[in-house]
């Protein structure tokens, strides 16, 4: 199995670890991610304005390599995630958006959402399933109690990304029994931890951060785990715990012996 | 924005949301992860939007508060999408001339050695035009 992969600037850059792990598991479970050539850093944050334009171009660039590699496109970082898949929604069902976007790109065979964006996650849970995930674990992580933080971004707005049902979740708990570990289940999993204020105002992050830990905490976890760079930084540096914050292909590489 | 009308027009078309649509139950703001923070919450962008009271919503910082985490817009029982009428205001704001919340100049002192990206390209995206 091939994929076209859209890494993100982060993950070239401050979440190395989100990456490399993601591609040594993908090699070790039979699949390939095959990094755009030509990708641009999509923004971070999905532009909701209808008259947004020139913001959601780089989403659709790399929607156009992908389908004009005739392959679907994988996300591992959530914000990219969110932005590409959002955007690619615009594309299919918002005529007024397509339009303008096509005047502008001026493709050869304009673009109408026709791209599959899947996460990471989903090509675990739908393209290779967690039962083959489960035979191919070499070191099971048996005794480790783990707290799945999905945040924000993987799961809303829920009928854009339908990724997993957005109020009550399972497929990080899912992905974390596969590899022999034991879910924690938890409040705050899927409430936001604040990261896009952490900049300019650390107080209001603070506050997000530590109240999610605390959760994490007081439910038994041992480690908290994240698909989002933001998360990870947030919850690790203004969570004001000790819990270990770490992605979840680092686990995964753990189990399957790749790391 | 003079011109009142004008503003509350290009806000409805800039969002896309119907604020007739919305009951007044108040269930984006009890879930809105920023509710402490803010001036005007959800509920209260949404129905002054639909009163025309947009140069209140506006001159307060709560434009800058919301954490884009779409928890209004799944919970919200009539479709409503608070958060898109949030983001139509503030950028009804940034996108006149001097009116960036954040400058590339502002970031230096932001750093810390850890920061990912993400964090600054969404400041940027999010402050400024
Ligand atoms: S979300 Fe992030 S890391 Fe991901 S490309 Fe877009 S900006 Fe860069
Ligand atoms: S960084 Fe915090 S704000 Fe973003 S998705 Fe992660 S949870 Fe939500
Ligand atoms: S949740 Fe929806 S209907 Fe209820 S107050 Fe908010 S916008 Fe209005
Ligand atoms: S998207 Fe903004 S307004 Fe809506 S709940 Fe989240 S922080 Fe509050």
Redesign the pocket.
């Known amino acids: 199995m091939k994929f076209s992969y859209y890494p993100g600037c982060t993950l070239k850059t401050k979440g190395k670890d989100l990456d490399r792990y993601g591609r040594l598991s993908a090699e070790a479970l039979g699949f390939t991610l095959e990094e755009l050539p030509d990708w641009q850093c999509c923004g971070a944050v999905y532009p909701m304005a209808k008259d947004e334009i020139a913001t959601k171009l780089s989403a659709v660039r790399a929607l156009v390599s992908a389908r004009d590699a005739g392959e679907e496109l994988v996300t591992l970082c959530s914000a990219c995630h969110n932005v590409i898949k959002q955007t690619n929604h615009d594309m299919a069902t918002d005529a007024d958006i397509a339009l303008r976007v096509n005047n502008y790109l001026g493709l050869e065979t304009p673009y109408n959402g026709e791209t599959t964006v899947l996460h990471y996650l989903e090509v675990l849970r739908d393209r290779v399933g967690f039962d083959k995930i489960k035979a191919a674990v070499k070191n099971p992580l048996t005794g480790r109690k783990i707290a799945a933080y999905y945040g924000?971004l993987l799961l809303r707005p829920g009928k854009v990304m339908q990724f997993d049902d957005p109020e009550n979740p399972t497929i990080l708990e899912n992905f974390i029994r596969a590899i022999g570990a034991e879910p924690v289940i938890w409040g705050m999993r899927n409430e936001?931890c604040g990261g896009y204020v952490a900049a300019e105002n650390k107080a209001q992050a603070e506050k997000r951060s530590s109240i999610v830990m605390e959760d994490a905490k007081k439910n038994g976890a041992d480690t908290v785990i994240t698909a989002c760079p933001l998360c990870l930084y947030n919850l690790a540096k203004n969570g004001g715990s000790d819990l270990p914050v770490v992605y979840f292909t680092e686990l995964l590489a753990e189990a399957l012996g790749v790391k | 924005m003079s011109h009142s009308n004008n503003a509350t027009e290009q806000v409805l078309r800039s969002s896309g949301v119907d604020v007739r649509k919305c009951m007044r139950c108040g269930k984006?703001t009890a879930?809105?992860?920023?509710?402490d923070e803010?001036e005007y919450h959800?509920h209260q962008?949404v129905y002054m939007v639909e009163k025309g009271e947009i140069e209140k919503l506006a001159a307060s910082p709560s434009i800058y508060?919301?954490?884009?985490?779409?928890?209004?817009?799944d919970r919200c029982p009539r479709g409503v999408e608070?958060?898109k009428v949030?983001e139509a205001v503030r950028l009804a704001v940034i996108r006149q001339q001097g009116q960036n919340h954040m400058k590339s100049d502002d970031i230096p002192a932001l750093l810390d050695e850890d920061m990912p990206q993400q964090l600054l390209v969404s400041a940027m995206r999010k402050y400024s035009k």
């Open positions: 924000c936001c | 984006c879930t809105c992860p920023a509710f803010m959800p962008f508060k919301c954490l884009s985490c779409f928890a209004c817009v608070p958060a949030v």
